[in-house]
């Protein structure tokens, strides 16, 4: 998996479900072992089966005409104002027994940029049951960042944040989340970690007066 950076920004893009989306998602059992999600966000526009969230502000969602391509969330100008991409609300994923894969980067420099890709109960950064990878541009270092209801917790990364493009591993169990980083375990958390089902979620977010954006070349999530 060291090279899926390198994977996600050549291939032609495309995109394929191992299994039916009308029937990917389940709410019981709990344990659906068999789903798998695999996403390159491609084309011109974003598949039906990703919801669109206007968190706060009227943010600007698009497929990016670059070199790398991806999914790209830019936010309103207003503080505060928030963008995300959620998987239509079908939380397929276990928490005890989960994995999801991101390929992505913040694009706008600056301390008040704030990027998240994760898994989530709801839309957004702040939803109660979830983990991220995050990156905001007023941190030293990448972090992983759970939370299970009230209030987040994070712990440091030694990856700097910025603007390269990142590969990204979450693992959620029962008892502890991991974060791999271009293939490097960098993280472990064992308190306030999620324990409903998720879905997968991209964020991005401002805390200043401008606009900032984020985005996304890859996402694979499935149960183990």
């Known amino acids: 998996m060291t090279d899926l950076v390198s994977f996600a920004s050549q291939t032609p893009r495309y995109y394929k479900n191992f299994f039916n989306l009308e029937t990917l998602y389940h709410p019981e059992p709990r344990d659906k072992r068999t789903q798998h999600l695999i996403e390159m966000f ?45 998987f239509n609300n079908k939380r397929f994923l276990d928490p005890d027994n989960c994995v999801v894969h991101w390929v992505g980067r913040r694009i706008t420099a600056g301390g008040d940029a704030k990027c998240y890709w994760g898994a989530s109960q709801g839309n957004n950064r702040a939803s109660n049951n979830s983990m991220w990878a995050q990156n905001e541009g007023d941190d030293s270092f990448w972090r992983l960042r759970t939370k299970k209801t009230s209030s987040a917790n994070f712990t440091d990364s030694s990856i700097s944040v910025g603007l390269t493009l990142k590969y990204i591993k979450l693992t959620s169990k029962d008892t502890f989340v991991t974060m791999h980083m271009t293939g490097v375990l960098e993280v472990t958390r064992t308190n306030n970690i999620p324990d409903e089902l998720m879905q997968p979620c991209f964020t991005v977010r401002t805390s200043g007066a401008a606009a900032k954006s984020g985005v996304a070349l890859y996402c694979e999530a499935y149960n183990t």
């Open 42 to 86: 491609s084309g011109t526009t974003l598949p039906a089966y990703w919801t669109i969230n206007n968190v706060q502000g009227t943010n600007t969602f698009a497929m990016r005409d670059e070199i790398d391509g991806g999914f790209q969330i830019t936010t309103d100008t207003t503080s505060g104002d928030t963008g995300s991409i959620t």
